[in-house]
């Protein structure tokens, strides 16, 4: 297996949108087609806050990353969030999970950042296996709490 992730830019956008979609129904993100649009053309756009990285297995293209930039007092540096990971299900059980959390954490550490955080829901267990494999940590003294502006 060869995994290759590439970072998206604009001229990208029409690769990217359908698997935001795609996911974003999945896991019933509750976006308007135009405010999807406009948040992944902010994300593709300015490297300030962050990215898309497309994946690729032998050059298939099977999903995206998404990892979005933030500052960390507690991890005394940049840290970031993997908000999206996504893989289309014919392309899932191949490994390419585990291989693409692999090269985000180097794209990461190319970027200086000193935590990478995720978030993952109580009731998927194969995705909290994949993220455990690859040395992410509960933080159980933690409830992650959300208020939309």
């Not at 995994?3 to 999945?26: C, D, I």
């Not at 405010?35 to 999903?63: C, N």
């Amino acid at each position: 297996m060869v995994t290759e992730l590439q970072l998206a830019s604009t001229a990208e956008l029409g690769l990217v949108l359908p698997l935001v979609e795609a996911f974003h129904v999945l896991a019933a993100v509750a976006l308007t087609a135009a405010e999807r649009e406009a948040a992944v053309k902010a994300l593709l756009s300015d490297r300030h806050l962050g990215g898309i990285w497309l994946i690729y297995d032998q050059g298939e293209l099977t999903g995206y990353v998404a990892l979005c930039l933030g500052y960390s007092l507690e991890f005394g540096g940049r840290d970031a969030f993997i908000d999206e990971l996504y893989l289309r299900p014919e392309c899932q059980g191949r490994g390419l999970g585990t291989a693409t959390l692999a090269l985000i954490k180097v794209e990461a550490q190319k970027l200086g950042i000193r935590a990478l955080h995720l978030e993952v829901d109580a009731d998927n267990l194969p995705a909290q296996r994949l993220y455990r494999r690859a040395q992410f940590q509960p933080r159980d003294q933690y409830l992650a709490m959300t208020i939309r502006l």
